[in-house]
Nanobody, 121 residues
Framework: VQLVESGGGLVQAGGSLRLSCAAS???????MGWYRQAPGKQRELVAS????????TYADSVKGRFTISRDNAKNTLYLQMNSLKPEDTAVYYC????????????????WGQGTQVTVSS
C-alpha cells in the first residue's frame, strides 16, 4: 500500500489548506486518520474517520477548524484546515488500515511520507 500526501505549504495565520492522501490500492474498507508531528514533539492524532458510517473524531485543539473526509471512489482522504494557527505547524501524516476501539481510533500499519504545513504569525 502506498499513501501519498499533498497539499501542504506555507500559509499565514487565519488561512486555510486542504491536505489530500491518495492510496495506490484501496484500503478504504478500513478507518483512516491524519496525524501530525511538530519538531521536538510526539506524533499526535489530529482526526480520524470510519469507513462506512462517517463517524469522525477530532483532537480538541482542532475541533471546529478542521474537517476530515474521504472519497472512497477516488481512494482519497482529505483534511480541510481552516483558521490555521502557528501551533498547527507540523508534518502531517496520513494513516490507513486503522480501526476503532470503543470510539477511539487505533492506527493501522500504513503511513504516508508526510507533508509539511507551516503557519506564519
Amino acid at each position: 500500500v502506498q499513501l501519498v500526501e499533498s497539499g501542504g505549504g506555507l500559509v499565514q495565520a487565519g488561512g486555510s489548506l486542504r491536505l489530500s492522501c491518495a492510496a495506490s490500492i484501496s484500503t478504504f474498507s478500513n478507518a483512516m486518520g491524519w496525524y501530525r508531528q511538530a519538531p521536538g514533539k510526539q506524533r499526535e492524532l489530529v482526526a480520524s474517520i470510519a469507513s462506512g458510517n462517517g463517524y469522525t473524531t477530532y483532537a480538541d485543539s482542532v475541533k471546529g477548524r478542521f474537517t476530515i473526509s474521504r472519497d472512497n471512489a477516488k481512494n482519497t482522504l482529505y483534511l480541510q484546515m481552516n483558521s490555521l494557527k502557528p501551533e498547527d505547524t507540523a508534518v502531517y501524516y496520513c494513516n490507513a488500515g486503522g480501526t476503532f476501539n470503543r470510539g477511539s481510533f487505533v492506527s493501522g500499519d500504513n503511513w504516508g511520507q508526510g507533508t509539511q504545513v507551516t503557519v506564519s504569525s
